[in-house]
Structures are given as structure tokens and as C-alpha cells.
């Protein structure tokens, strides 16, 4: 049988993956098994997600590690965090795909998460004043919109 | 009494953070990862640290059995370190600077949840780590992107698989989102009807928002799972005798692979869980399982394959019969 991989040499290692009930069967030769590293990741599949991806200028490399965007396609996996400012265009859509076009909504490092607080404390007082104004509560919205004032200068 | 043991039999959180200014797992050097070890160290200076290029690869095996690395990072052949302190595990050097993870027996994720807190909070506050406002914690692979949690349960389905409907609830799991597996990756009936359920997006959603549903998802699974087995218990001699042989076979061998250990195991198991058998407990057994696994058992002895099938008889043996 020849490598499911490389289609060239006889394959010498086989494997079945099951992952969500969906089993893949690969049989590979040991060149390829050997760079599909340890069989944790058999098959590059980011490649796919990665295809429609073109680099704008060939031949730009991340300022701190280095990495081409060739290499981040062959591996699956980005060099460094810079480059994910380096090569932001080229990674955008593949990371929209992955995660459906969400942000990050979760935990931060200290002065993020306080901004993101502060923001977010910002957002139901703004929500507050809508409903008292709704609510012809003009008193109650007048106080919150002097609230926010002074948060609004507090956070610039 | 460990919350619902009789179906999880542990909860896992795992962060994934990495340290700015340093690139990736891949395209670091021995220096660089000797750096991030010491940083991590000054942070977790109350942590047991184990410097995993001093250890032979027995031991390091063990660790995985234990879960307390992954495979991956056992056999890395970079400076890589573990760094412990009760149910809370650190590796430094993995596919990320730093995999933070929490196991807890039972179905206990909100806890494991609130103490990998402490210790994230304690990296964060103290380390610089890559992080951007839109992106979320800065991984070596995009999937991670986010959050970097994975929040993660290893459960015991005999009576889903036996009576058939493990399948149906599989392919609605990855339609809400859930990744599910066999014990160590791979997805078969054989290896003692353990999985491991976990989320798959990290992004888009808080960290509690994400636990509190994959629990709602959970909680319904253990029903199932439960009404499945009372099924199996009801339907006679015919089921309940297999669950004790397997047992009394545990209990007397003389010599086992630790293929045919984890079959009775899990036989063992349900035989417990639904009350036939009552001369141990769900937590011995579950003891029983990792230290009748080959590196653990092993203690850095050089057995033959035969000489160790002898000694897992004996440990469980010894194990069981004290009881």
C-alpha cells in the first residue's frame, strides 16, 4: 500500500484517529509519519483552512521569529505572537473561520481587565439611562448621565 | 463523597498562555526554554518542581499515566518542567510556554475552574503574557485563540455504549460544540468506555458562560447514562453475571495484560456503580487504574513483559482483597 501522504513510498505506519465518532484511517511512510510529528497532529489539517490564504508580499518574515507565512501554513501553527500583527490580513480569515467570527469575551492580564471593567460598567449604565428615560424617570437620569460623565473622564 | 464519581471520574481546566517577547514551542532554543522555566519558577516558587531532562523516560511516562503531563510533552527533547502543588499542574515548555491544568475527581469543574484561577491569576499579574484585546490569550496554534481553556471530563459510559446510544449522543455533541474521546485519543469501545468530553471553542464567550454549559450538556448525559444502566441491571442474570465474573477474576489471576485489565476493570466498575458489587469502592478501583498502568507499575524496575503482567496481579490482588 503506498503512503496515503506522499503517494510515492510504501507505507510502513498505520493509524486510526477517532475524533467526534469520525474515524480517519491513515497509512503512511515513515518519512511522512516522521514529519507529521508523533502522529498528534497526522495530517496538516489547517492546510485546508489555510489554502484560500495568499500572502500579499511573498516574501515577508515576522520581525521576531522570523517565520514566513509559507511556514505557518505548512505547520498549522504560528511562530510567534508577533506574528499574529505580521501577518494579521493573511491570518484574518482562517481565524474567523475557526471561531465563527467571535471575539475574545473571556479572562485578561491585570490593566486589560480592569479597562474591560470599566467598559463594562460603562455599557449597563448607558442601558440604565435608556430605561429611565423610557420610563419618563428624569430625576434617576439625569444622576446616571452625570454618572457616566464623570466615568467616561476617569477611563478617557 | 466526590460528586457523581459513578460517571466522572474526573474534571479537568487547562490554560494555555505564553510569554511575550519569546516565540513559540517550535522555534525556541535551549536557552530561551531554560528562561521561561526560570520565570515560571520565580512565579511558582512554592511549586514541586521536576526538571523533566533529568528524569529517564520511564518516570516521565509514568506522569502521563498519571495525567499530570500530556504524551507530547514527555518525550519533548527541549529543557521542559513541571511544576505541582496539589491537584494544580504546570508545564512549562509544552505546545505553549505554559499549560496551566487543574484534575479534580468527580464532576467537579467549577472548582478545578476556581483554582486554576489563582494560579493564573498569580502568572498574570507577575509574568508579561501574549495577549491582544480582540484575539484573547496569544496560542502557538489558532484553535486556541481566546480563552486558551479547555474544560474537559473523562467519563465512564457503559450503559450508553452497551445499549446502543452513545452513537446518537456523539454526533450531537460536536453539533453544540463538544469534542468527544477515547481514553488516550483514540475512540473505541474496548478501551473501558471512558471518554473524555470537552469544549472546543474558546472564543466568543466567558470562561464561566462556557463551563456552565458544557455542564447543563453533562448533567443530562449522566440521566442518560444512569437510566441506561438501571436498563442493563433490570435485564437480569444474563447481565449482571459478566459484571461479577470479571471481578472474581481481578481478585484471583495470577498473571494480566493490561488489556484484559482494563476490560474487567471496567465491568468492575459498573458492577459497583449499580450496587452487585459491593466489596470495594469506585475510588480504589479508580486508584487501582493508574497504578497498574506499565510505567507506574514499572517503578523504574526493568521487568519483562511477563514479569509485569505477574506484579499487576499481584497489586491488584493486594489491592482488592484488602478491601
Request: hydrophobic content about 35%; aromatic content about 6%; overall charge negative.
Amino acid at each position: 500500500m503506498l503512503c496515503s501522504k506522499c503517494h510515492k513510498n510504501e507505507a510502513s505506519v498505520y493509524f486510526k484517529q477517532n475524533i467526534n465518532g469520525e474515524v480517519r484511517e491513515y497509512a503512511l511512510c515513515s518519512q511522512c509519519a516522521a514529519e507529521a510529528e508523533l502522529g498528534f497532529t497526522p495530517l496538516n489539517l489547517f492546510g485546508s483552512m489555510f489554502a484560500e490564504a495568499r500572502p500579499k508580499t511573498e516574501h515577508k518574515r515576522c520581525t521576531l521569529c522570523s517565520s514566513t507565512f509559507e511556514e505557518i501554513k505548512r505547520k498549522g501553527k504560528v511562530g510567534c505572537a508577533e506574528c499574529y500583527s505580521v501577518f494579521a490580513d493573511e491570518l484574518g480569515p482562517m481565524i474567523e473561520s475557526i471561531h465563527r467570527g467571535a471575539k475574545h469575551n473571556g479572562r485578561a492580564p491585570e490593566g486589560y481587565s480592569e479597562k474591560r471593567k470599566a467598559e463594562n460598567e460603562l455599557e449597563t449604565l448607558r442601558k440604565e439611562l435608556r430605561a429611565a428615560i423610557e420610563a419618563e424617570e428624569y430625576e434617576r437620569a439625569a444622576e446616571l448621565r452625570d454618572l457616566i460623565k464623570r466615568k467616561e473622564a476617569d477611563h478617557g | 463523597m466526590v460528586k457523581d464519581i459513578d460517571v466522572v471520574l474526573s474534571s479537568r481546566i487547562r490554560f494555555a498562555r505564553n510569554i511575550k517577547d519569546y516565540p513559540f514551542a517550535s522555534k525556541l532554543d535551549e536557552t530561551s526554554c531554560r528562561e521561561i522555566i526560570e520565570k515560571v519558577e520565580y512565579v511558582l516558587s512554592d511549586f514541586k518542581k521536576t526538571d523533566f531532562t533529568k528524569i529517564d523516560p520511564i518516570s516521565a511516562q509514568a506522569f502521563v499515566e498519571h495525567h499530570s503531563v500530556s504524551p507530547e510533552f514527555a518525550v519533548s527533547t527541549l529543557p521542559h518542567a513541571l511544576f505541582e502543588k496539589a491537584d494544580t499542574k504546570v508545564m512549562v515548555c509544552e505546545e505553549d510556554h505554559i499549560r496551566l491544568q487543574v484534575i479534580k475527581k468527580g464532576f467537579s469543574l467549577n472548582e478545578a475552574f476556581t483554582e486554576a484561577c489563582e494560579t493564573d491569576d498569580m502568572i498574570l499579574s507577575k509574568l508579561r503574557v501574549a495577549y491582544n484585546e480582540e484575539l484573547g490569550f496569544l496560542t502557538h496554534c489558532p484553535t486556541n485563540l481566546g480563552s486558551g481553556m479547555r474544560a474537559s471530563v473523562m467519563m465512564f459510559l457503559p450503559g450508553l455504549a452497551m445499549t446502543g446510544e452513545l452513537k446518537g449522543i456523539v454526533s450531537q455533541l460536536s453539533k453544540l460544540g463538544l469534542t468527544i474521546r477515547g481514553i488516550y485519543g483514540e475512540g473505541s469501545e474496548a478501551q473501558g468506555y471512558l471518554y473524555q468530553i470537552s469544549n472546543a471553542e474558546t472564543m466568543g464567550t466567558t470562561e464561566e458562560a462556557t463551563i456552565s454549559r458544557l455542564c447543563d450538556i453533562l448533567k443530562q448525559i449522566i440521566g442518560h447514562e444512569r437510566n441506561a444502566r438501571e436498563r442493563i441491571k433490570a435485564a437480569g442474570i444474563r447481565n449482571r453475571d459478566p459484571l461479577c465474573r470479571a471481578f472474581g477474576v481481578l481478585k484471583y489471576a495470577c498473571t494480566m495484560t493490561s488489556r484484559e485489565f482494563i476490560e474487567l476493570y471496567s465491568k468492575a466498575r459498573l458492577g459497583v456503580a449499580v450496587g452487585i458489587i459491593d466489596e470495594t469502592d469506585l475510588e480504589t478501583l479508580d486508584e487501582l487504574f493508574i497504578s497498574v498502568m506499565p510505567a507506574t507499575l514499572s517503578a523504574g524496575e526493568k521487568l519483562t513483559e511477563a514479569e509485569r503482567d505477574m506484579k499487576r496481579a499481584e497489586v491488584i490482588k493486594e489491592k482488592l482483597r484488602k478491601e
